[in-house]
Structure formats: structure tokens, C-alpha cells
């Protein structure tokens, strides 16, 4: 939904994610890489600190609607084709790093803009701390489990806790925030 909503700006609008008219430039760019890879790292260093002090499957009760568990997801979100025979690991690789390249594209025409460049930096952020995993382990660590009671939400990471945020940045963005300013 929110890819749609991205490629429909960018080329529906003049002044869209594409337009070079955003940009305050590369020093400004750099800027939101560095916050990118701040938060790169406090994913990577999160989900380092669950492998080397938790076994598969351990869950350590945090509050009675919080645990931190240690699973390994070969799928996607939600554990989509989590059972897939390991195609969906160069899949959802190469999807990933099309992403980036695209995030990256429009993080330097949208520099002007600081909610969006937020938006861009979170996903961008989310997508290669999995990213990451995927490689290097074959499937993303997820370790924040949320429940209460019989119900229990798909463990998740902080780069899916990243992408979520952004995302829901970037649709606000599409759908409220331009028609708040022009009006």
C-alpha cells in the first residue's frame, strides 16, 4: 500500500519524491545517513544482544503484556512464506535492496523536508537492519513479543518497529499533509 502510494507521488506530482527542487544538498543528506546508520546499529546491536544471551524459543517475561523471546523468521512479515524451501531469502533480499537504492533516491530530493526525510530514514533504516539479517543469518532475529492473555502479536524487531513508524509517516504524509498546507 505504502509502495503504491510513493510510486503515485512521484509520479503524479511535479513537485514529487523525484524533484531535485527539495534538496538542501549533500551535507544535509549526510546528516539523515548518519541518523540512518545510528539507528542501523542499535538494531544490529539489539538483536546481537539476543543471540548471544538467549537459545531459540527462550522468552523472558518482561510485564505481563511484554516478553522478549528469540525467533529466527525466514519470511516476511507476519511470517509470510516463512515455510517457503529458501527462495525467499534472495527474494525478499533483492527486493529489499531495490528498496534501498529507491529510499536513498528519493531521501536526497526530499532533504528539504524534514517529516518526510524522517519517514524515508525509518524505513531505510528498518529495511537494512533486515536486510542485514537475511544475509548474514538466512532469516531476521525478531525478539519483542507483545500478548496479553491467549493473544499474542507476531514477534517483531526494531527495524520492523522502523519501517512501521516510517511508513505510517509516509502515508500521512500522501494522504493529510500536502492538503493541510495548500489549504
Known sequence: MVG???????????DGMFSPS???????????????????????????IIIATMGPYDVKEVFPFLAIVFTMNPGAAFS????????????????????????????????????LSLGFVLVL???????IDRIMLGAVVDFILIHWRDFRW??????DSCITIGAGILLFDGLFRKRIERA
Do not use: E, H
Not at 529458501?86 to 529510499?103: D, E, H, P, T, Y
Open 4 to 14: 503504491v502510494l510513493v510510486i503515485y507521488q512521484a509520479v503524479a506530482s511535479k
Open 22 to 48: 527539495q534538496s538542501l544538498g549533500a551535507r544535509t543528506f549526510l546528516r539523515w545517513l548518519a541518523l540512518t546508520l545510528i539507528i542501523v546499529c542499535l538494531d544490529q546491536y539489539t538483536k546481537r
Open 80 to 115: 509470510f512464506l516463512a515455510d517457503a524451501s529458501g527462495w525467499q531469502r534472495w527474494f525478499f533480499s533483492i527486493v529489499a535492496m531495490i528498496a534501498v537504492v529507491l529510499l536513498l533516491v528519493m531521501l536526497f530530493r526530499n532533504t528539504k523536508d524534514r517529516f
Open 125 to 131: 533504516a528498518g529495511a537494512i537492519g533486515n536486510l
Open 154 to 159: 507476531p514477534a517483531f524487531n526494531v527495524a
